[in-house]
């Protein structure tokens, strides 16, 4: 027995460096078409490197927002302080219930925020968080807290890209460069905002919501964060024309109601599904603008 787990150790003692220094190797050698399961590519999700290194540098926040990209393209710190408030939107791209646990337990001590708003998008408790972890280890959040997230959801893809990007940081020592794009531009605090474009696509697929046993786990391990940190928060889910072609959406109407904290605006009727949004999905600056003149006092608590 003792010789075996010595064997054993030996083993993991050498694969590990030699599988790392593989995956660096055959990353940087072979076409991404060809390697699908390491998901890296520099920047490849974009304005998270500016939020994160903008959330480093804030030592405390009145009012923080997470979510994915419903939140950090369809709230803007701009339209929706006036009083003086601190306001940052913490949203990643796909950002699932576990990556925004994960966010919220690593920052609220630090931040302590009066109001935490926590955007909902119902797409995103069917996701398995792949591509939310790889966002996050891509541009630069802390490798213990995604490491945890890989011992938590543990997918190759994630585990290669982890195990590339740590290489490629000590090998190459590479700098994430500030994101820029003609397409978007990081506006600070968070907020994303896109040239105005228009949406083309009206029609949806009506389909059934089924969320990921995990996420819910983990939706509720959120309000249970909060509510231990004595933390106002909202729960909300921004106009989306994707969102509302689920047959059940009475289903996670539900589930965010049971917060008890859900605010429940009859919103699509006041957003044109062509000029409101640039696509199924997602608010451009016309909608933007309508939804945070709206929500504004809500958050608040003012209406």
Not at 23 to 39: A, E, H, K, M
């Amino acid at each position: 027995m003792k010789r075996f787990l010595r064997d054993t150790s030996i083993f993991i003692l050498f694969f590990i460096p030699f599988y790392s220094i593989s995956i660096y190797l055959f990353g940087r050698l072979v076409p991404s078409d060809f390697r699908p399961n390491i998901l890296y590519n520099t920047k490849m999700y974009g304005t998270t490197s500016n939020m994160l290194k903008e959330l480093r540098s804030k030592e405390r926040i009145d009012i923080l927002i997470v979510g994915a990209s419903d939140a950090y393209r369809s709230y803007d710190p701009r339209l929706l302080g006036g009083n003086g408030e601190i306001i940052f939107n913490a949203g990643t791209s796909s950002q699932t219930p576990l990556q925004t646990y994960t966010l919220l337990n690593d920052n609220l001590d630090k931040l302590k925020p009066k109001l935490v708003v926590y955007e909902v998008s119902p797409v995103c408790f069917e996701l398995d968080g792949v591509e939310s972890t790889v966002d996050l280890i891509l541009n630069g959040y802390s490798r213990s807290s995604t490491l945890k997230l890989l011992f938590k959801n543990p997918e190759i893809q994630a585990l290669n890209s982890f195990l590339f990007d740590y290489v490629d940081a000590v090998l190459v020592k590479r700098h994430i460069d500030t994101f820029y794009s003609v397409k978007e531009k990081y506006m600070g605090n968070g907020y994303v905002e896109m040239n105005l474009s228009f949406n083309k696509d009206t029609t949806s697929v009506v389909k059934n919501w089924n969320p990921k046993p995990k996420q819910l786990t983990y939706f509720k391990k959120i309000i249970d964060l909060l509510k231990e940190k004595n933390i106002e928060f909202k729960i909300i889910n921004a106009p989306s024309l994707t969102d509302r072609s689920y047959k059940n959406s009475t289903d996670f109407e539900f589930v965010f109601s049971e917060s008890g904290q859900y605010l429940v605006y009859p919103y699509l009727k006041k957003f044109d599904p062509v000029y409101d949004f640039f696509d199924a999905s997602h608010l451009n600056s016309n909608g933007v603008l309508k939804w945070n003149r709206i929500i504004k006092d809500r958050i608040s608590g003012n209406k």
